[in-house]
């Protein structure tokens, strides 16, 4: 018969148990086993991410469902492409930059900045292009900002419906 040492109390003993005493595996004997966790026990403090998965995933959802509420909130922007379709369309009428920024009342170097995509237009700009040119420089966006994100889980649902009258 073979013997084994028990770790917490050094007796010998013909059979030990594995079992966790203050975070510390050990082989003890059946008395110094009522002391710590069996190893078979254990088994379900292995599970333990899954909980933990479970409320991230509900924060996730929470998370979600005012986002999605907000998303409806579309602000308008100006086209990523607003230079190409602004030069396309002047030329489209054949007029210079010269005669554009004359028609509209702006300066020829802001509307080259702008062709060039070096500035964006302002309101008023966009404003008249789009009459002068019969184009589209702003479209809807919806609102996912990142940054705004806070500001946003702040927001209660009075609050949106509020915002949406
Ligand atoms: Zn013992």
Redesign the pocket.
Not at 15 to 29: A, N, P
Not at 49 to 75: G, H, M, N, T
Not at 91 to 111: C, F, H
């Given at each position: 018969m073979i013997l084994m040492i028990?770790e917490?109390?050094g007796?010998d003993v013909t059979f030990v148990k594995k079992v966790t005493i203050e975070g510390v595996m050990l082989d003890?004997?059946s008395?110094?086993a009522k002391f710590g966790i069996e190893s078979k026990k254990e088994v379900p403090k292995e599970q333990g991410p899954k909980p933990i998965i479970a409320q991230r995933l509900e924060v996730r959802e929470k998370r979600a469902r005012p986002r999605d509420v907000l998303e409806k909130f579309d602000s308008e922007d100006i086209v990523e492409d607003y230079a190409q379709r602004i030069r396309a369309a002047r030329e489209k009428t054949g007029m210079s930059l010269k005669d554009l920024a004359m028609k509209i009342n702006e300066r020829v170097t802001i509307l080259s900045k702008i062709e060039a995509a070096q500035m964006r237009p302002d309101e008023k700009i966009i404003a008249k292009l789009q009459r002068e040119l019969g184009i589209v420089l702003k479209e809807k966006v919806p609102e996912v900002v990142a940054a705004k994100e806070s500001t946003r889980a702040s927001l209660t649902l009075a609050d949106l419906i509020k915002m949406q009258k």
């Amino acid at each position: 018969m073979i013997l084994m040492i028990c770790e917490m109390c050094g007796k010998d003993v013909t059979f030990v148990k594995k079992v966790t005493i203050e975070g510390v595996m050990l082989d003890v004997c059946s008395e110094c086993a009522k002391f710590g966790i069996e190893s078979k026990k254990e088994v379900p403090k292995e599970q333990g991410p899954k909980p933990i998965i479970a409320q991230r995933l509900e924060v996730r959802e929470k998370r979600a469902r005012p986002r999605d509420v907000l998303e409806k909130f579309d602000s308008e922007d100006i086209v990523e492409d607003y230079a190409q379709r602004i030069r396309a369309a002047r030329e489209k009428t054949g007029m210079s930059l010269k005669d554009l920024a004359m028609k509209i009342n702006e300066r020829v170097t802001i509307l080259s900045k702008i062709e060039a995509a070096q500035m964006r237009p302002d309101e008023k700009i966009i404003a008249k292009l789009q009459r002068e040119l019969g184009i589209v420089l702003k479209e809807k966006v919806p609102e996912v900002v990142a940054a705004k994100e806070s500001t946003r889980a702040s927001l209660t649902l009075a609050d949106l419906i509020k915002m949406q009258k």
